[in-house]
């Protein structure tokens, strides 16, 4: 026998969304990607970095990432890191805060990741359930466990808690709050504010879906410069490879070209959504790059299943919480006219 962990030996491990092999065959709607390219800086930068140049080691603190994100964000750079995807800033949060036997929270459903994540650290996993109206089923007054994930809009629903919520959950969090903005940059809101005011909170950032940088593996964390200090101590120390550095810079500075595709997502978005609902889907109204939709029936697992064998490709999850419907990532207007056909046929 191995002297492997026993956490680690009876999880099961992540199980992410389906990327096939031969994925030009398919409408891809089923991971929240960006259907647009990233801007033609972001490319001429990588392209420049490709060369002599990768046989050194790239800047360790990733600083000019870590300056362009101060300039757009308003902050100065000790209040950020720069992660090789937002993945890992969530991890080494839930290290720096979280010990063996300790408890990590969050909302269910939201990103069931932070569970995998905390099982690897043998911490405790709390999760709190959603009411009708969006708020926390029991949740107490005072939370005293050490790390609380509040995905802000809500992934895989779409809502977005306002402002006010997350202040009053920062209050009545006693460890951490971490806002997990992955798709905020769909949404009218976001807690950059009250990162400024309030030194539990911190806020994630993914460049995978709003600057359509899901294969170059970018986020970022801001935080009051003591937490960013603890995760600059537990992070790879080149956690960013020098075409990600060059990447994430271009596309921050890119602003023109992200708001015209944010836009073109969120038209598409409110536009899909109206059409689903005249075929009497029930569409939960979205702040992110997806919807979350129950078809007439309620029978999500159906309307998956008829849609692959159209190769279009969304998410199911058998959760009883979701098995209702299914999240269809915003694709391109055309993407999103053949799947609304599709459905019209699958009735
Ligand atoms: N948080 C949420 C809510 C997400 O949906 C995702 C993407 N699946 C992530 C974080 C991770 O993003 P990244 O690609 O930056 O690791």
Same mark, same amino acid.
């Given at each position: 026998?191995?002297?492997?962990?026993?956490?680690?030996? !009876?999880?099961?491990?992540?199980?992410?969304?389906?990327?096939?092999?031969?994925?030009?065959?398919?409408?891809?709607?089923?991971?929240?990607?960006?259907?647009?390219?990233?801007?033609?800086?972001?490319? !001429?930068?990588?392209?420049?970095?490709?060369?002599?140049?990768?046989?050194?080691?790239?800047?360790?603190?990733?600083?000019?990432?870590?300056?362009?994100?101060?300039?757009?964000?308003?902050?100065?750079?000790?209040?950020?890191?720069?992660?090789?995807?937002?993945?890992?800033?969530?991890?080494?949060?839930?290290?720096?805060? *979280?010990?063996?036997?300790?408890?990590?929270?969050?909302?269910?459903?939201?990103?069931?990741?932070?569970?995998?994540?905390?099982?690897?650290?043998?911490?405790? *996993?709390?999760? #709190?359930?959603?009411?009708?109206?969006?708020?926390?089923?029991?949740?107490?007054?005072?939370?005293?466990?050490?790390?609380?994930?509040?995905?802000?809009?809500?992934?895989?629903?779409?809502?977005?808690?306002?402002?006010? #919520? $997350?202040?009053?959950?920062?209050?009545?969090?006693?460890?951490?709050?971490?806002?997990?903005?992955?798709?905020?940059? #769909?949404?009218? !809101?976001?807690?950059?504010?009250?990162?400024?005011?309030?030194?539990?909170?911190?806020?994630?950032?993914?460049?995978?879906?709003?600057?359509?940088?899901?294969?170059?593996?970018?986020?970022?964390?801001?935080?009051?410069?003591?937490?960013?200090?603890?995760?600059?101590?537990?992070?790879?120390?080149?956690?960013?490879?020098?075409?990600?550095?060059?990447?994430?810079?271009?596309?921050?500075?890119?602003?023109?070209?992200?708001?015209?595709?944010?836009?073109?997502?969120?038209?598409?978005?409110?536009?899909?959504?109206? !059409?689903?609902?005249?075929?009497?889907?029930?569409?939960?109204?979205?702040?992110?790059? #997806?919807?979350?939709?129950?078809?007439?029936?309620?029978?999500?697992?159906? $309307?998956?299943?008829?849609?692959?064998?159209?190769?279009?490709? *969304?998410?199911?999850?058998?959760?009883?919480?979701?098995?209702?419907?299914?999240?269809?990532?915003?694709?391109?207007?055309?993407?999103?006219?053949?799947?609304?056909?599709?459905?019209?046929?699958?009735?």
């Amino acid at each position: 026998m191995l002297p492997l962990r026993k956490n680690i030996a !009876e999880m099961a491990g992540y199980v992410p969304g389906f990327q096939p092999r031969d994925e030009h065959r398919y409408i891809k709607l089923n991971t929240n990607e960006n259907p647009y390219p990233p801007s033609p800086k972001v490319i !001429e930068a990588i392209l420049a970095e490709v060369g002599d140049g990768l046989r050194k080691y790239p800047d360790a603190a990733s600083r000019a990432g870590c300056e362009e994100a101060g300039r757009l964000y308003g902050f100065d750079p000790e209040w950020i890191i720069m992660a090789n995807g937002s993945d890992e800033v969530l991890n080494n949060l839930i290290r720096a805060f *979280v010990s063996e036997g300790e408890e990590v929270a969050y909302v269910h459903p939201s990103y069931s990741y932070y569970s995998t994540l905390a099982e690897v650290q043998g911490a405790k *996993v709390r999760t #709190f359930l959603l009411d009708e109206g969006w708020s926390l089923k029991d949740f107490p007054k005072r939370y005293k466990g050490k790390l609380f994930f509040l995905t802000n809009p809500n992934a895989p629903l779409g809502f977005c808690y306002p402002q006010e #919520f $997350v202040e009053e959950m920062a209050g009545r969090v006693d460890g951490v709050l971490v806002v997990d903005e992955a798709y905020a940059d #769909f949404a009218r !809101e976001n807690s950059l504010d009250l990162v400024r005011r309030l030194p539990n909170v911190v806020v994630t950032r993914t460049f995978s879906k709003s600057y359509s940088l899901a294969g170059m593996r970018l986020g970022l964390a801001i935080a009051h410069p003591e937490v960013i200090a603890a995760l600059n101590k537990i992070r790879d120390h080149y956690n960013l490879d020098r075409l990600a550095q060059a990447a994430c810079v271009a596309a921050m500075a890119d602003q023109e070209y992200f708001r015209q595709c944010v836009n073109k997502i969120r038209e598409t978005r409110d536009w899909f959504s109206a !059409e689903l609902r005249v075929l009497e889907w029930e569409v939960i109204p979205s702040h992110g790059n #997806f919807v979350f939709a129950s078809p007439p029936d309620r029978d999500g697992k159906r $309307v998956y299943e008829a849609l692959y064998e159209r190769r279009i490709l *969304v998410r199911y999850f058998s959760d009883p919480a979701l098995d209702h419907g299914i999240r269809i990532s915003i694709g391109t207007r055309e993407e999103m006219e053949k799947t609304l056909a599709a459905l019209v046929e699958i009735g």
